[in-house]
């Protein structure tokens, strides 16, 4: 198994940014699928952006422009940088991946865009 740790969310104000990171306790070359998702309150766990085969990304329609994913594989680390946030991006934020056939998620980072 692996453990996903994420950090770097907070209250930002609309038009913000924010960085969030996903500290993995392996090597992110043996973890597949490794993304990012967000559950609102009341709303079911949605995909935000994942890295699919190879470096190739795939992003929500909703923050496409506006969030970049990319990863260190010297720290073993996966980052969302999140552009003019707006508040229907508030959310719990997971760091997901997938390692010997088992999805791992991290604890969830919450981030609020509010004014």
């Known amino acids: 198994q692996v453990q996903l740790v994420e950090s770097g969310g907070g209250l930002v104000q609309p038009g913000g940014s924010l960085r969030l990171s996903c500290a993995a306790s392996v090597s992110i070359f043996s973890i597949s699928r490794m993304g990012w998702y967000r559950q609102a309150p009341g709303k079911q766990r949605e995909s935000v952006a994942t890295?699919?085969?190879?470096?190739?990304?795939n992003y929500a329609d909703s923050v496409k422009g506006r969030f970049t994913i990319s990863r260190d594989n010297a720290k073993n680390t996966v980052y969302l940088q999140m552009n003019s946030l707006k508040p229907e991006d508030t959310a719990v934020y997971y760091c997901?991946?997938?390692?010997?056939?088992?999805?791992?998620w991290g604890q969830g980072t919450q981030v609020t865009v509010s004014s």
């Open positions: 890295f699919t085969s190879g470096s190739y990304t």
């Open positions: 997901s991946g997938l390692l010997r056939g088992t999805t791992n």
